[in-house]
């Protein structure tokens, strides 16, 4: 499995509705983005924290390990607002470590906010409902079966990659390109087998055209989707607050 | 590559959603569609986006002596087509958020402009018009040709577009818009473009290789016809 996914299916929040953990993520993540990222970035990043590692119980190590990828693209991106391009050549932009400063912050937190939703609810959770948002069926039926697929294909490219190896086909530039072709290929011939023989398996079973999957019937908890509400209320005033009495 | 997560002001998120919801709507249509004709293409359309998904991790070696990761666009776009690769991606990059922290929630309506709308259609566009320049002189050079022009303009177009992407999101302060594009510009095309020709050249030998092993599901897909002469190996089979 992938980390995040198994950190999600081992959550303490597993159980939650993902409307519950929605109205929260995505709240902090409007927030990260619409904010001024001084202080508003920083109210959420701090916020998202304390959730994920003290409620939430995401494993610190993970967490960090998903989130430095996103965070070095957006410092090295960052560094180009450094720089300003003129008639007479390359100079120092005016006021580019602020706006590179803010560009980080605020990524950053949207990062962490989104991340707080990957970590707390599995894709399985989600997919399923979909369709009451207005999502057409076959797309989701088409996701859920990527989905499952995907794992499969991920192991399946891990074992060949690996039987590759031992072959030395990773030894030489020509012999690396050879595998990686190959490796592209025998995925496809794979995935498109497999999805035969679960094309039969089903056809056997009465397949109309639906993938129905069981769907634990977690009810919305209201109180903690008010607490998720007000919790967003607070950083958004104390954002204001906090940026009218700063210099 | 993806725009993370909050990396662009929220107009710009949300303009880049709905400029991308339209095609992902249309491609949403035909997919449906399809689904609803041939019920059992679910799984075959299913297998097709998580081959993508798979495709985008893989490591290839880079020109520069690196290594990177293809965008799959190309390829995706000759099997596919570009309206049902616009809702694959779509997903895919959906899950390429949520699984992998790869590009964001915020940001997906850019990167799914860029690699699931632009990338597909502007690779499609430069493979239909190789192999029908090129057709006519027969065997498999054509394809190979036409297969290599798909995956590297599918794979330069979709960093083009990423670069204007960000150079209107952060215009240059002194220089506007064409100052900061030169900048973004200049620093993918050091990159980009020898991972484009790296793109091309693995998604020819993907091609080859498939084939030879899978020929009947790229009849199937419209890439080979029946009528095709097949190589010389095949026939001595």
Redesign the interface.
């Known amino acids: 499995m992938?980390p995040?996914?198994a950190a999600a299916h081992a959550s303490a929040w597993r159980r939650r509705h993902p409307a519950d953990k929605a109205v929260l993520s995505?709240g902090l993540?409007g927030c990260?983005?619409?904010l001024p990222p001084w202080p508003g970035a920083v109210l959420v990043a701090v916020t998202v924290l304390t959730i994920a590692l003290g409620f939430a119980e995401v494993p610190a190590r993970r967490l960090w390990r998903?989130?430095r990828?996103?965070?070095g693209?957006?410092v090295t991106?960052a560094l180009?607002?450094l720089?300003?391009?003129?008639?007479d050549g390359v100079g120092w932009?005016?006021?580019?470590p602020r706006?590179a400063g803010e560009?980080v912050a605020?990524?950053?937190?949207?990062?962490l906010?989104?991340?707080l939703?990957?970590f707390t609810t599995p894709?399985s959770d989600v997919l399923p409902r979909l369709t009451r948002v207005g999502v057409?069926a076959?797309?989701v039926?088409?996701?859920?079966?990527?989905?499952?697929?995907?794992f499969?294909?991920?192991d399946t490219?891990a074992r060949i990659n690996q039987a590759q190896a031992g072959r030395l086909g990773h030894r030489t530039?020509r012999a690396?390109?050879?595998s990686?072709?190959?490796?592209?290929?025998a995925?496809?011939?794979h995935?498109?087998a497999?999805?035969?023989r679960?094309?039969e398996g089903?056809?056997g079973r009465g397949?109309?055209?639906r993938?129905r999957v069981l769907v634990d019937e977690v009810p919305v908890s209201r109180g903690f989707v008010a607490r998720s509400v007000f919790l967003v209320a607070a950083v958004v005033v104390a954002t204001l607050l906090l940026e009218s009495v700063m210099p | 590559m993806h725009i993370a997560e909050g990396y662009l002001p929220w107009e710009h998120a949300a303009a880049w959603g709905v400029a991308s919801a339209p095609f992902v709507v249309h491609g949403a249509r035909a997919l449906t569609r399809e689904v609803r004709d041939r019920p059992e293409n679910t799984l075959l359309l299913g297998a097709s986006g998580a081959f993508s998904f798979v495709l985008s991790a893989l490591k290839i070696p880079s020109v520069t002596g690196s290594c990177s990761h293809p965008t799959g666009t190309g390829l995706g776009a000759v099997l596919f087509r570009p309206p049902i690769m616009a809702v694959l991606g779509t997903i895919t990059l959906l899950f390429q958020a949520l699984l992998l922290a790869h590009g964001g929630l915020t940001t997906l309506g850019a990167n799914v402009f860029s690699m699931a709308i632009v990338g597909p259609w502007a690779g499609y566009g430069a493979y239909r018009l190789t192999r029908s320049l090129l057709d006519r002189r027969g065997g498999t050079m054509p394809l190979d040709v036409a297969v290599f022009a798909g995956a590297f303009v599918a794979d330069l177009s979709t960093y083009c577009v990423t670069s204007v992407q960000l150079a209107l999101a952060f215009p240059d302060p002194d220089s506007g818009f064409p100052g900061a594009l030169a900048k973004f510009g200049g620093i993918f095309s050091l990159t980009q473009i020898p991972l484009a020709i790296s793109e091309g050249l693995l998604t020819v030998l993907v091609v080859r290789l498939l084939r030879q092993s899978s020929r009947g599901d790229l009849i199937r897909l419209g890439v080979l016809t029946d009528a095709r002469p097949v190589r010389e190996e095949e026939k001595s089979k």
């Open positions: 992938l995040i996914d995505f993540l990260a983005v619409a998903a989130a990828a996103p965070l693209f957006a991106g180009t607002l720089v300003s391009i003129r008639a932009a005016p006021d580019g706006h560009l605020r990524s950053g937190a949207a990062g906010a989104m991340l939703f990957a894709l057409p076959a797309v039926d088409v996701a859920a079966v990527m989905y499952r697929m995907l499969l294909l991920y490219t530039r690396r390109w050879r990686v072709a190959g490796l592209g290929s995925v496809f011939v995935a498109f497999r999805a035969r679960l094309e089903l056809a397949y109309d055209g993938l």
